[in-house]
């Protein structure tokens, strides 16, 4: 068997051995050729393919796909006697889609989720511009190792330190003291529960953006400047439409973080007014309510998901990738 | 052009802003942690080393240390083999529900972990297997074997495809393939995998606040310890956890440094070598 015929028969085979020939030209000729090694059927599991995929499978179905559907079929269950009974009633739908209080905090966290990402983004794009075209390649490494550093760190305990930080007699109301102002409220409102999320966020998405403009053509930016067009017009009419399935990803990040954190609005915003989470955990606390707070979190995965494709459908379509 | 020098150094101390921002809340948790004063605030009290006494003495926070470290290292171990075999199964294989078979693996991540935590109270429980140490740690799994799962697989990517070809082509198994191609290329992944894995696990309360019932994990009871009382044992926690797991993650780099990726094309002659003489 020729070596040409050979390479021919493995690249039927493999789907990655379009190199083959390079390596194997060399050394197939001092063999004979033994096709009985080369596995038939390469590219489609056998044995030894299901021996790597299928323990992975089998666990996240069992216990990822099962339990998300088990949470939406417990939603149309009784609590008889302080027990989830099965049944099937709509009973829990009812109560909580008519109650006016679930729509109010629906709204609200919502809106908490828009500010998150919408804020993380402004604060984080001008840090990612300028370490992508701005700063040297040493100085981008040690960024980004800087900004990996806090997923490390515990996110209670950062945002404990943060209420150490901001309290009323805290180190930045101690600071305004000295100035003569102060003190101000910066816990149990808002304004904390937004650091919370900040603390949480800020670094993704700032890797995030980052990496989607390290991806912007240099030479796109290269005839802008020679075409005169400055730099903030750059920015806006280049830099930002070039990179934006990047950008709208890491915001869609920030919001579904945000959207669904529980130390946050509990710690730094003092759980009131609460979020939907703060819901969930006390209907499960008080009472064992399992069939609402599952209808809760149906709601707030249902809301996640059309999130993620309306920001899919923003960032492929209108304006395309180009300038 | 001084314009431009300008904004490029408005741009710079915005930067060191941010990071301050992203850096406050780390620095002064070790601060506050050696400070003497309960309400820690301007000016500081003195050297103190009481709050590191406390933890030592507290009798609650040693079974809830032990128990993450049990679940840190299972969850570990068994995300990391998982998301092993997903990611050399992606990499090599094609097949009917490939898509599906990536959702599965990769979502968890991107779902919040109240829901998720909610989900496996609801299901562990009819299944009797809510409240225990194993509930956290088949619950973590679920949740770190994508982020193993995504280490392993940029690894791969870099991989020259032709090598596990060129290895069967001189006449090794699949599996001898495995042992001497793949597992030495993507050993850095893995061990990365292992810490991080360890970390996301390590770092976790939301969802094992649902499903440990008493067997408090770390995050779990510094939580509870949040909602008793304000106390700078918290910082002083953190900062142990924090120093050590940035030991492991610089171990984990020195190691990474010192494997050379060259070897890998050396095990390609190694193991084409090996093959001739078993023939011969």
């Given at each position: 068997?020729?070596?040409?015929?050979?390479?021919?028969?493995?690249?039927?085979?493999l789907?990655?051995?379009e190199?083959?020939r390079?390596?194997?030209?060399?050394?197939?000729?001092?063999h004979?050729?033994?096709?009985?090694?080369?596995?038939?059927e390469?590219?489609?599991?056998?044995?030894?393919?299901?021996?790597?995929?299928?323990?992975?499978?089998?666990?996240?179905?069992?216990?990822?796909?099962?339990p998300l559907?088990?949470?939406?079929?417990?939603?149309?269950?009784?609590?008889v006697?302080?027990?989830p009974?099965p049944?099937?009633?709509?009973d829990?739908?009812?109560k909580?889609l008519?109650a006016g209080?679930?729509?109010?905090?629906?709204?609200?966290t919502?809106l908490?989720?828009?500010?998150?990402?919408?804020v993380?983004?402004?604060?984080a794009?001008?840090?990612s511009?300028?370490?992508?075209?701005r700063?040297?390649?040493?100085?981008?490494?040690?960024?980004?190792?800087?900004?990996?550093?806090?997923?490390?760190?515990?996110?209670?305990?950062?945002?404990y330190?943060?209420?150490?930080?901001l309290?009323?007699?805290?180190?930045?109301?101690a600071?305004?003291?000295y100035?003569?102002?102060g003190p101000?409220?910066?816990?149990?409102?808002?304004?904390?529960?937004?650091?919370?999320?900040?603390?949480?966020?800020?670094p993704?998405v700032i890797?995030?953006?980052?990496?989607s403009?390290?991806?912007v053509?240099?030479?796109?930016?290269?005839?802008?400047?020679?075409?005169?067009c400055?730099a903030?017009r750059?920015?806006f009419?280049?830099?930002?439409?070039s990179?934006k399935?990047?950008?709208?990803?890491?915001?869609?990040f920030?919001?579904?973080?945000?959207?669904?954190?529980?130390?946050?609005?509990t710690?730094l915003?003092?759980?009131?007014?609460?979020?939907?989470s703060i819901?969930?955990?006390?209907?499960?606390?008080s009472?064992a309510?399992?069939p609402?707070?599952?209808?809760?979190?149906?709601m707030?995965s249902?809301?996640?998901?059309?999130v993620?494709?309306?920001?899919?459908i923003?960032?492929?379509?209108?304006?395309?990738?180009?300038a | 052009?001084?314009?431009?020098?300008?904004?490029?150094?408005?741009?710079?101390?915005?930067?060191?802003?941010?990071?301050a921002?992203?850096?406050?809340?780390?620095?002064?948790?070790?601060?506050?942690?050696?400070?003497?004063?309960r309400?820690p605030?301007l000016p500081?009290?003195?050297?103190s080393?009481?709050?590191y006494?406390a933890?030592?003495?507290d009798?609650?926070?040693?079974?809830?240390?032990?128990?993450t470290?049990?679940?840190?290292?299972?969850?570990a171990?068994?995300?990391?083999?998982?998301?092993?075999?997903?990611?050399y199964?992606?990499?090599?294989?094609?097949?009917?529900?490939?898509?599906f078979?990536?959702?599965?693996?990769?979502?968890?991540?991107t779902?919040?972990?109240?829901?998720?935590?909610?989900?496996?109270?609801?299901?562990?429980?009819?299944?009797?297997?809510?409240?225990?140490?194993?509930?956290?740690?088949?619950?973590h799994?679920v949740?770190?074997?994508p982020f193993?799962?995504?280490?392993?697989?940029?690894?791969?990517?870099?991989m020259?495809?032709?090598?596990?070809?060129a290895?069967?082509?001189?006449?090794a198994s699949?599996?001898?393939?495995?042992?001497?191609?793949?597992l030495?290329?993507?050993l850095?992944?893995?061990?990365?995998?292992l810490?991080?894995?360890?970390?996301?696990?390590?770092?976790?309360?939301?969802?094992?606040?649902f499903?440990?019932?008493?067997?408090?994990?770390?995050?779990?009871?510094?939580?509870?310890?949040?909602?008793?009382?304000?106390s700078?044992r918290?910082n002083?926690?953190?900062?142990?956890?924090f120093?050590?797991?940035?030991?492991?993650?610089i171990?984990?780099q020195?190691a990474l440094?010192?494997?050379?990726?060259?070897?890998?094309?050396?095990?390609?002659a190694?193991?084409?070598a090996g093959?001739?003489?078993?023939?011969?």
């Amino acid at each position: 068997m020729t070596i040409g015929s050979a390479g021919a028969v493995l690249r039927r085979m493999l789907p990655h051995a379009e190199g083959v020939r390079a390596v194997s030209t060399a050394t197939v000729d001092r063999h004979k050729p033994d096709q009985g090694s080369v596995p038939p059927e390469a590219a489609r599991p056998n044995w030894f393919g299901l021996t790597f995929g299928l323990p992975a499978f089998v666990w996240q179905l069992a216990l990822f796909a099962t339990p998300l559907v088990f949470l939406v079929v417990m939603t149309f269950w009784q609590v008889v006697n302080f027990r989830p009974t099965p049944a099937f009633v709509d009973d829990n739908w009812v109560k909580l889609l008519s109650a006016g209080y679930f729509w109010d905090i629906y709204f609200r966290t919502f809106l908490y989720g828009l500010l998150a990402a919408a804020v993380a983004s402004l604060m984080a794009f001008p840090l990612s511009y300028l370490l992508a075209f701005r700063a040297s390649a040493n100085i981008r490494w040690l960024a980004v190792f800087l900004l990996i550093t806090p997923f490390f760190t515990s996110y209670l305990v950062r945002t404990y330190t943060w209420k150490v930080i901001l309290t009323g007699n805290g180190m930045v109301n101690a600071a305004f003291g000295y100035l003569g102002l102060g003190p101000f409220a910066m816990v149990n409102n808002l304004f904390g529960t937004l650091v919370g999320y900040l603390t949480l966020v800020l670094p993704l998405v700032i890797l995030l953006q980052l990496f989607s403009l390290a991806y912007v053509d240099r030479n796109l930016i290269e005839a802008a400047h020679n075409l005169r067009c400055g730099a903030l017009r750059t920015v806006f009419q280049v830099i930002i439409p070039s990179a934006k399935i990047g950008l709208v990803l890491a915001a869609t990040f920030a919001f579904i973080l945000s959207f669904g954190d529980y130390v946050s609005p509990t710690l730094l915003g003092g759980s009131r007014p609460p979020t939907l989470s703060i819901l969930i955990v006390d209907v499960v606390k008080s009472g064992a309510n399992w069939p609402e707070a599952s209808v809760i979190a149906v709601m707030m995965s249902v809301t996640l998901l059309a999130v993620c494709f309306a920001a899919l459908i923003f960032a492929y379509g209108r304006g395309g990738r180009r300038a | 052009m001084s314009g431009r020098r300008l904004f490029t150094l408005l741009l710079w101390c915005y930067a060191g802003a941010v990071f301050a921002f992203i850096f406050a809340p780390i620095v002064v948790s070790f601060i506050v942690s050696f400070n003497s004063d309960r309400f820690p605030t301007l000016p500081l009290g003195e050297f103190s080393t009481q709050w590191y006494e406390a933890i030592a003495d507290d009798p609650t926070l040693w079974p809830a240390l032990r128990r993450t470290i049990i679940v840190g290292a299972v969850v570990a171990v068994i995300a990391t083999l998982l998301g092993f075999g997903a990611a050399y199964t992606d990499y090599r294989f094609r097949f009917f529900g490939k898509n599906f078979y990536l959702a599965l693996a990769l979502l968890p991540p991107t779902i919040p972990v109240v829901i998720l935590g909610l989900a496996m109270l609801v299901f562990l429980s009819q299944i009797g297997l809510f409240g225990q140490l194993h509930s956290v740690i088949l619950s973590h799994v679920v949740l770190c074997m994508p982020f193993a799962m995504a280490l392993v697989r940029l690894r791969l990517s870099q991989m020259d495809p032709s090598m596990e070809a060129a290895a069967w082509n001189l006449g090794a198994s699949e599996w001898r393939t495995m042992v001497e191609i793949i597992l030495p290329f993507t050993l850095p992944a893995i061990l990365s995998a292992l810490f991080i894995t360890m970390a996301v696990s390590f770092d976790e309360f939301a969802i094992a606040f649902f499903v440990s019932g008493f067997a408090e994990t770390l995050p779990v009871r510094i939580l509870a310890m949040f909602q008793g009382q304000v106390s700078p044992r918290i910082n002083a926690i953190g900062s142990i956890v924090f120093t050590v797991t940035m030991a492991l993650v610089i171990l984990a780099q020195v190691a990474l440094l010192a494997r050379n990726p060259a070897r890998t094309r050396l095990a390609v002659a190694k193991a084409a070598a090996g093959e001739s003489t078993d023939h011969g």
